[in-house]
């Protein structure tokens, strides 16, 4: 008799805990949701979460709340998303090299991308523009692929650090060309672009929101552009496929992440709210200004990304050799 109503009591509770939970999921949001960015203020990443956040605010019907945490390369931020409880009031902003190329590159991550990570929607992707100095004796890709050939390891490319995007895209393009180019890291993109303006370096693969006021400025001559096709922005500048070297196509992208086990009904509500957001006719004129091309789709649809990244990335950092500071 005690074990059969010890056996009620437990289903009684796990019925509670199970209408509870539907409960809270119904109601969701029901207080403000923290939104985790994990670099610091003012860069692309901050930018378009703080635009996207006042959207979703509206559509939610609450305050969503931006949280910079910053360093290691996006580890810190990200296994803060990770390691957080899954009841959707905290997401955070999932980016190109934390959640597809940090697991290769650094090895001991805290947090596994594909296990810790629940996928919300993709925000957007962004091709990167390699440029040089106005004065530089290199105009086309085949002009950097002879002097390389010709000198090797002499050439020099600089980049916001080690095992981000502007490094990735060189180290592809060297391995696609066949040649070797020195890398020259700097502690930003910025940093790295006010060398190579200087004449200190001969080229950076550089984000187009930071490439094309620079070139129209004639401060940078654009060789070539890592999409498929050219962009709008700069007609005139042939894609990598164009010029031969077809696997040589790098998107920047970034999009909302949760923590894993983040009920589905959750998840998609942030998905729904999201996507709404994203065809917002300023939010689009934004991004579509910074030469990005506007993401949206379902859960699985950035998931599925994801995976094709981290495999992709995971190659190329392994074939380069590349290691972390």
Known sequence: MKIFKILQIALLCS???LIGSAHAQANYPSKPINLIVPYGA????????RQLAQKMSLILKQPIVIDNKPGAGGNIGTEFIAR??????????????????????????RYDPETDISPIILIE?????L???????????QDIVTAAKAKPGTLTFSSGGIGGSHQLSAELFMQNADIKMIHVPYKSGSAGLTDLMGGN???????MYSAVPNIKADKLRPI?????????????????????????????WQGFIAPAKTPKPIIDKLNAAANEALKDPQVREIMLSQGNEIGGGTPADFAALI???????????KAGNIKPE
């Open 42 to 49: 003012g860069g692309s990443a901050d930018s378009r979460s």
């Open 84 to 109: 957080s409880a899954p009841d959707g009031y905290t997401i955070g902003m999932g980016n190109f090299a934390p959640m597809a190329v940090n697991k290769t590159l650094f090895g001991n991550l």
């Open 201 to 207: 370096v001969d080229m950076m693969f550089d984000q």
């Open 125 to 129: 992707k962004g091709p990167l523009v």
């Open 15 to 17: 019925a509670n805990i």
């Open 224 to 252: 070539a552009i890592t999409s498929k096709k050219r962009s709008p922005l700069l007609p005139n500048v042939p894609s990598f496929a164009e010029v031969g070297y077809p696997k040589v196509e790098v998107l920047n």
């Open 131 to 141: 440029v040089v100095h106005p004065n530089s004796p290199y105009k086309t890709i």
């Open 307 to 317: 995976k094709s990244e981290a495999a992709k990335w995971s190659t190329v950092v």
